[in-house]
């Protein structure tokens, strides 16, 4: 039982990071129509600003803070400028194969010009364990479920609470409604590209000092947050949370109990299901297209 505890722990702590990076998927996609297959180099990237700027001197807490804006800029204005902008006039699939291309560009430069070894990267807690019902619990498991799940949290409350977050989702429900309302809808597009970007990068903190800092790590990230975001429901936020959860707990469940050579067909078996039997997902919206 204390096992099986803190698998589920360990296991809701790595659905959090799902849910941060899955959370950008669904808004790009509600605003937009952007699938950015980038995604999980986007959440690498980000660890290698801090190590860079730890490099040159710099503390950890101001290299962590430079490292998030630099990544607001990077991979939330210069993306939607440089890359959304010109490949969406030719279409989704135009801009998909883009990103595509990028998430390689991303993965070979970092690798070419910092190293292809992996590197250590500073903790925001200490790996110390905490005995919760008489089983041992890692702090940084507990740090990394509370700081994602808080991050979850009050994005949703700023998406559900303020004005600002209901003329988000009023530009991703009907963007030509939104701008006959009067909502600038260019502007909510950007902000939506922003919150992605320090979504993406705020995961990098959490999740780089337990994997370490790799120019591959990106790509089960990556994988494992579209899955999620289609198994809670591509057209909901709270879908995509719901999503990274599920997935983050039948993972460390299915390496536990199956066998750690197919954990990875256990939610991909999940998404196969889902597609078949749900195909808005565990918590999405069924939506309906006159032709």
């Known amino acids: 039982m204390n096992a099986l505890f ?3 722990l360990s296991g809701l702590a790595t659905g959090a990071i799902y849910a941060l990076v899955a959370i950008g998927f669904t808004l790009l996609w509600q605003t937009s129509q952007t699938i950015n297959f980038a995604q999980g180099e986007f959440v690498m990237l980000p660890a290698f600003f801090v190590l860079a ?12 803070i430079i490292g998030v804006l630099l ?12 890359v959304v902008d010109p490949m969406l006039r030719h279409g989704v699939l135009p801009l998909a194969i883009a990103t595509m291309a990028l998430s390689v560009g991303i993965k070979e430069s970092v690798k070419q010009f910092y190293s292809a070894e992996a590197s250590p990267f500073p903790s925001l807690l200490p790996n110390t364990q905490l005995t919760i019902w008489g089983s041992p619990v890692s702090l940084q498991n507990i740090g990394v479920l509370v700081f994602g799940l808080a991050a979850v949290l009050s994005l949703n409350l700023f998406l559900e609470r303020t004005s600002t977050g209901r003329q988000m989702q009023a530009t991703a429900q009907n963007p030509a409604v939104a701008r006959i ?4 809808v260019e502007r ?5 590209f922003l919150i992605n970007a320090v979504l993406v990068a705020l995961a990098s903190l959490l999740v780089t000092p337990v994997y370490l800092a790799k120019f591959s790590s990106g790509e089960v990230l990556g994988q494992a947050a579209f899955v999620a975001a289609i198994v809670g429901g591509f057209n909901q936020v709270r879908g995509a949370i719901a999503g990274g959860l599920v997935i983050g707990v039948v993972d460390n469940l299915a390496a536990a109990y199956i066998s ?4 990875a067909a256990v939610p991909l078996a999940m998404l196969i299901a889902i597609i078949l039997f749900r195909p808005q997902g565990l918590v999405g919206r069924a939506e309906e297209r006159t032709v």
Do not use: E, H
């Not at 700027?53 to 962590?64: C, V």
């Not at 607001?72 to 939607?80: E, I, P, S």
């Open 260 to 263: 750690t050579q197919y954990r």
């Open 188 to 192: 909510m597009i950007m902000l939506t």
């Open 71 to 82: 990544s607001a800029v990077v991979l939330g204005v210069l993306f939607k400028l440089i």
């Open 181 to 184: 309302v009067g909502i600038p």
């Open 6 to 8: 803190d698998l589920i």
């Open 53 to 64: 700027i730890l490099n040159a001197g710099a503390p950890f807490w101001l290299s962590a």
